[in-house]
């Protein structure tokens, strides 16, 4: 099973995506993850990416895609979970997981109202003290959410691929509804 993560930084996208992989046995692969890796190792690519990260900007497509890459050969399944961010990433993902003999069973589009994406954003930034949870970087992030990544909604829509998931909730109540959506998936496509 090929699940893509959808929404807004603070939608919990993170948290759900981890406990999704979890459950299924299937490995979470979080761009921002690996780029934050990425960035304490002082690799070629942590140096690239920095400075865009820090400004709450995506790293160039180049550099996304070859990291998926990368991460994706030779995967059974995986859950994606900050990929893609904008349309070319998305077009890009289509060949790749088509090349490696896979096909996205579904996108779950977190929805969550704003004012508590900006309350979760500011707790993470109190516990977690990522460097790009500043307030300039949040509210950068927020808008390239929505010009660059939301536009991805309609389009897997018109793929018959997205399912709206109700983000607000406990942690364990949105991991029910969508533990629920991946069984049903499961069961009429017998993966
Ligand atoms: P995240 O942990 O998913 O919120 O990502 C943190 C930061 O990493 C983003 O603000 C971007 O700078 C960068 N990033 C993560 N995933 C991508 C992606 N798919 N494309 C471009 N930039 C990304």
């Known amino acids: 099973m090929v699940w893509i993560f959808l929404g807004p930084p603070g939608a919990g996208k993170g948290t759900q995506a981890v406990l999704l992989a979890e459950h299924l046995g299937i490995p979470h692969v979080s761009t921002g993850e690996l780029l934050r890796r990425a960035m304490r190792n002082g690799t ?5 990416a920095k400075s865009y990260m820090d400004a709450g900007d995506l790293v160039p497509d180049p550099l996304i895609l070859e990291l998926v890459r990368e991460v994706l050969a030779g995967a059974k399944g995986c859950i994606l979970d900050g990929f893609p961010r904008n349309i070319a990433q998305a077009d890009v993902l289509g060949a790749i997981l088509k090349g490696v003999g896979l096909s996205l069973t579904g996108v779950l589009r977190l929805d969550v109202p704003d004012e508590m994406l900006v309350a979760r954003i500011a707790g993470r930034a109190r516990e977690e ?53 991946a069984a049903e998936a499961a069961g009429g496509t017998k993966e």
Do not use: F, W
């Open 44 to 48: 070629e690519l942590g140096k690239k």
């Open 129 to 181: 003290s990522r460097a790009d949870d500043s307030e300039a970087t949040v509210r950068n992030r927020l808008k390239v959410y929505a010009e660059q990544t939301a536009p991805l909604v309609e389009y897997y829509r018109r793929a018959g691929k997205l399912v709206d998931v109700n983000g607000e909730g406990s942690i364990r109540e949105i991991q029910t509804r969508i533990r629920e959506i």
